[in-house]
């Protein structure tokens, strides 16, 4: 399998990176590369996956990064199930919970720069479905920020 990490960098330093990064900088450098990005980042989330954390989870989060169009998004689905994550683009699963969500926004709140409660309570993330697994969330990962 080919490394996923952003080119020429490890998941902790793109942390480090993002941190750094002001909105507009998040923002231009996800407009030219918002899909290799987002690849990259989903690509390593079951890298980062805490296997006693999930050996009882069953669960598919559906993720739903904003487009520039309203009626669109990009959709990426993480079932954890049996200590296994694994994710998928435009998955079919029934998702247990679903998170929307703007590409900074998501990118900051992957690598730990973004409190999830906090982008909840100003409506910067909005939640459907099972709140507690949306809430259990975070607990199942390591951040690549927070080693």
Known sequence: MP?????????????QLVSSLTDEQLAAGLAANRDLLLEQVFAQMPRFARAEAIADA?????????????????????SLSRGMARVERDGAMEPSVAMTIAPSDFIRLVTGNADPGQLYLTGRLVIAGDLMAAALLQSYFDLPGSA
Request: proline share 12%.
């Open 3 to 15: 490394d996923a990490d952003p080119p020429g960098m490890d998941p902790a330093q793109f942390a």
């Open 58 to 78: 069953e669960l598919v989060v559906e993720w739903r990064i904003l487009t520039e169009h309203p009626a669109r998004c990009d959709r990426w689905q993480l």
